[in-house]
């Protein structure tokens, strides 16, 4: 794994490289809380084949992190993206994505198709579905009640307190944790630790547009949205850990009618953080959809 700093639209982003770079390149994007190093576990197994790239994205470790809200809508963190991929070469290229990252990577496919070739998502979410699964008001949306949470104004303070106990709890709230060693979690909290970082990482979270309804009262007003503007035409492999407590099955219902080329491999014994509990089976997965003719 090599690191190096780049400047895309003028500002600095950390980039971790693995593989060599006249391969194919695989652009790898995280989610919250995490940062371009989690993808540690997985990128070596798909190195022979690909070029990997794992950014620090926009509020996170050690690339660009404004200290204002407005700055983190998805239009903003998507072209991001495109930039590097243009420092990459152009596209169109492979994009995976997990949680957050899966949100950036279904930006791409939708709205910037050209650079786009295939889209993997790891336990993430197309913005319809999701929006969908919030607004009824039922499991879904109380498993994302954490999401208020986050947007409250100075939750980055109450998640810090006690040397960051209340963030730990929330990253592996309900979930397996095993894979998580004390070394690693060292690293985590390192890059938590950075001036401004907590709170630029939830600044995902108060930009979004996601409306999430309490727990039995159903958001029931919400606009139909354009369909034809939020297509994945590109082809998609949906990876999904069935243990996942964050994002539910419900999350995912009907996005075949927004992704007409989708492939879904399910896993049990995984959960929300699949590439770090089964990178194995994750890589395999991966490698066989790719050379599918």
Avoid at 49 to 60: I, T
Avoid at 143 to 152: D, E, P
Avoid at 158 to 170: E, P, T
Wanted: charged share 20%; glycine share 8%; net charge negative.
């Amino acid at each position: 794994m090599k690191t190096e700093s780049i400047d895309l639209n003028g500002h600095p982003f950390l980039l971790r490289r693995w593989g060599n770079p006249a391969n194919p390149p695989l652009l790898l994007l995280h989610g919250f809380p995490e940062y371009g190093g989690a993808w540690a576990e997985l990128a070596p197994l798909l190195a022979e084949r690909f070029h990997c790239v794992a950014p620090d994205q926009r509020g996170y470790g050690q690339s660009w992190s404004p200290d204002d809200v407005s700055m983190y809508r998805g239009s903003q963190l998507v072209g991001d993206m495109a930039a590097l991929i243009d420092h990459l070469g152009g596209g169109p290229l492979t994009v995976m994505g997990h949680d957050w990252g899966a949100a950036v990577a279904y930006g791409l496919a939708m709205f910037r198709p050209e650079l786009v070739r295939r889209l993997i998502i790891a336990n993430g979410v197309h913005p319809v579905p999701f929006q969908r699964a919030l607004a009824r008001g039922g499991a879904q949306a109380e498993a994302s009640q954490y999401i208020l949470m986050l947007r409250h104004d100075g939750s980055e303070d109450r998640l810090a307190a006690d040397d960051f106990a209340k963030m730990k709890a929330l990253f592996l709230a309900k979930m397996d944790h095993a894979w998580m060693t004390p070394a690693k979690l060292a690293e985590y909290v390192t890059e938590w630790s950075r001036p401004g970082r907590l709170k630029t990482m939830i600044h995902w979270y108060r930009a979004s547009p996601l409306q999430v309804a309490k727990p039995g009262e159903p958001i029931t007003d919400l606009p139909e949205p354009p369909k034809d503007r939020l297509m994945v035409r590109c082809p998609h492999l949906l990876l999904w850990g069935l243990g996942d407590t964050a994002l539910l099955p419900e999350a995912t219902e009907g996005l075949e009618d927004y992704a007409p080329d989708l492939t879904r491999v399910e896993f049990n014994g995984a959960d929300h953080w699949i590439c770090h509990q089964i990178p194995q089976q994750v890589a395999r997965a991966v490698l066989e959809w790719c050379d599918r003719p």
